[in-house]
């Protein structure tokens, strides 16, 4: 079992960053890989990033040379950093942990989530 917990969402304006934390409970977050989903008001919940037990990270495309996912297993905690943030990146960011091999892209692989922090992003 790990129990997760989202921090650093906020309101900022186009063109700037934000840094997103995931506090996870338990000792064996380093055999946990590691997503970032979102969702929007009225949309599913969409892929944005994922790191596995090796350091290995997959992104959505629409983040790709802005957002940067890494994790610090000493402190049990994966971040997600967004730069050149757009309004289109607007939404609730949840992270989420899985065990074992499959996609890292579909919300179903993942058995573990957080509740979420809110991101807003003015033009």
């Known amino acids: 079992q790990v129990q997760l917990v989202e921090s650093g969402g906020g309101l900022v304006q186009a063109g700037g960053s934000l840094r997103l934390s995931c506090a996870a409970s338990g000792r064996t977050f380093s055999t946990y890989g590691m997503g970032w989903f979102r969702q929007a008001p009225g949309k599913g919940r969409e892929f944005v990033a994922a790191i596995n037990w090796s350091d290995g990270t997959y992104y959505t495309n629409s983040v790709k040379g802005r957002f940067t996912i890494s994790r610090d297993n000493a402190k049990n905690t994966v971040y997600l950093q967004m730069n050149s943030l757009k309004p289109e990146d607007t939404a609730v960011y949840h992270c989420?942990?899985?065990?074992?091999?499959?996609?890292?892209?579909?919300?179903?692989?993942?058995?573990?989530w957080g509740q979420g922090t809110q991101v807003t992003v003015s033009s």
């Open positions: 989420a942990a899985k065990r074992g091999y499959g996609s890292w892209f579909g919300p179903s692989e993942y058995g573990y």
